[in-house]
């Protein structure tokens, strides 16, 4: 499974809303058009899916969410400029695996949270950092915004 071929499965997992790791590789064996756009060439199992996912690391994903995310920039319109760019902040426990529910549940289990700035006047994610799902917002603010812009909390 190459990174693209993960990443496009894992695009698909979360626009279908798929439930776990099992549910998108069923899918990716038994759709047609996942079987021949999204899936590996020959088809993947779980075993070899779970592994990839497991392998890969953060570092990749990351790069492939700056590159995007300047590339949008530059495209994107700004509106409401008369406001001055505005930022939200937020800081929320994501879906650090593929199937999450049993650690929602889980006191001792391993969060993760995602400390977000959402440009508003372009509508796109900004700068994004990963931490322990323990960690607060605040002491992420001067790393979201930038020297003349407008951060909006809760």
């Known amino acids: 499974m190459t990174f693209e071929d993960q990443l496009n499965a894992l695009i698909l997992f979360h626009l279908e809303e798929h439930t776990s790791a099992r549910h998108l590789v069923q899918t990716l064996e038994e759709d047609d ?11 993947i199992s779980r075993s070899s899916f779970s592994e ?20 949008a920039g530059a495209l994107l319109p700004k509106t409401h400029a008369q406001l001055g760019e505005l930022i939200s ?24 949270k995602r400390h ?10 900004q700068k994004l950092f990963l931490t322990d799902g323990k960690s ?14 407008t951060g909006i909390m809760d």
């Open 33 to 43: 058009f996942a079987r021949h756009h999204i899936a590996p060439e020959g088809g």
């Open 52 to 71: 990839a996912i497991n392998e890969r690391g953060l570092e990749q994903f990351m790069a492939v969410f700056e590159q995007l995310q300047k590339q």
């Open 89 to 112: 902040i937020d800081g929320s426990l994501i879906d650090s695996v593929l199937s999450m529910d049993w650690a929602d549940y889980c006191s001792g289990a391993k969060k993760a």
């Open 116 to 125: 977000l700035g959402f440009n508003i006047n372009q509508g796109i994610p």
């Open 136 to 149: 607060d917002e605040r002491p992420f603010v001067h790393n979201l915004i930038e020297p003349g812009q």
